[in-house]
């Protein structure tokens, strides 16, 4: 677990670093307000349920 959690927290400090640089203030205060190591996290749960969506949607279209 805490290998996940170090690659969660390098993943946040690495996407609040680049949404601070380029001027994307909207998401980055949505994203990075409570820290970087949340920041990943929040990522690491929205890639999971894009993908579980996704395989969802496939399953749908293959059945149909």
Do not use: P
Not at 34 to 42: E, F, Q, V, Y
Not at 47 to 54: K, N, P, Q
């Amino acid at each position: 677990m805490e290998g996940l959690d170090g690659w969660a927290v390098a993943m946040g400090e690495t996407a609040c670093r680049y949404l601070s640089r380029n001027d994307h203030d909207t998401i980055y205060q949505a994203l990075c307000y409570d820290g970087s190591a949340s920041a990943g996290w929040k990522l690491f749960i929205c890639v999971l349920v894009l993908v579980a969506a996704g395989a969802g949607l496939w399953r749908l279209l293959q059945n149909a």
